[in-house]
C-alpha cells in the first residue's frame, strides 16, 4: 500500500486524500499502513512461534530485523522476541483503538438452518476481554502440542457469554473451541470436553476485523428482526472462524455468526 495508490483507489489527489484521511481517522495515511503491518506481525509472532523474526520481517515490509524490531518497539514498546515471549495484550489493544471505526451494514445475507451437535474441547477466557489473545496462545500451544484438534483440518469457534461491553470486565467470559473427534484426556492446558447442542440457528458472515463484528451483530438484532416471526434462543450468538487472524491480512477474515432461535 502506499497513499499514490490509495488515493488513485479513492479517486482523489493525494494531498486532499490524505486530509480526508487524517480527518476521518486522526491518523496518517503512512502511520496508519506501518500499523496494519505491525498488527499483522504481531500475530504471526504470538500464534506462529515456528516462524522466524526476520521472516516475519520481511514479510511485513521491512529491510532487515533490525528496522522491524526498532518500529515495534516503537510502536508497542517491546520487542519483537519480547512479545512473543509474553506479549502485552491490553498495552497492544491500546495502541489500535483510536483505529476502530464503526460502518453501516447496508444488507445483511442471512441463511436459517440447523447446526449439528458438535464435540469441542474448549478452553474459557475469564476476565477483561483484552486479554482473550492470551488465553487463545494457551489453546494454541496446547493444539500444536496434542494434535487433538489440528488447525487446519478442525473448525474453530468463539463462545462468549455476553456483551463484553455491557458487563464488568470480571464477569467476561469467553470459550475458545475447536472441533474433536473424541474426548480429550486430563491436561495442563485446562482445556475441557463440550459439545454445541443441535438447535436452529441464523447465521451470516462477516467479512473483515473482528474488531468490527460488533457492526454485523448489531444489524443482526436491529434490521433482521424486524417483520420475522422469530425470536432468539437462550444460547448465546457464537462464532466460527473460517480463517484466523494469523493466516490471512485483516481484511480477508471471514467469521461466521451464528443466531441461535427459538
Known sequence: MSIEHLSDVAALSKYHFHRLFVANMHITVSKYILLARLKRASFELAFETDKKILDIAIKAGFDSAEAF??????????TPSGFRCTPQWPQWHGVFECNITSMPVEQLDVIVDVFPKTMIAFIEHKGAAERVYETAGQF?????????SPIRSSKTFGIPNGDPGSMASEAFRFKICGTVLEPVPNNAFAVKNAEIPKMRCARVR????HETLDNTINAFYQQWF???DEQPAEHPCFFQYINLIHEVDECDLLTDIFLPLR
Open 69 to 78: 524490531t526498532r518500529a515495534f518497539k516503537r510502536t508497542f514498546n517491546q
Open 206 to 209: 462477516h467479512i473483515g476485523s
Open 226 to 228: 424486524i417483520d420475522r
Open 140 to 148: 494454541v500451544n496446547w493444539r500444536k502440542t496434542t494434535g487433538l
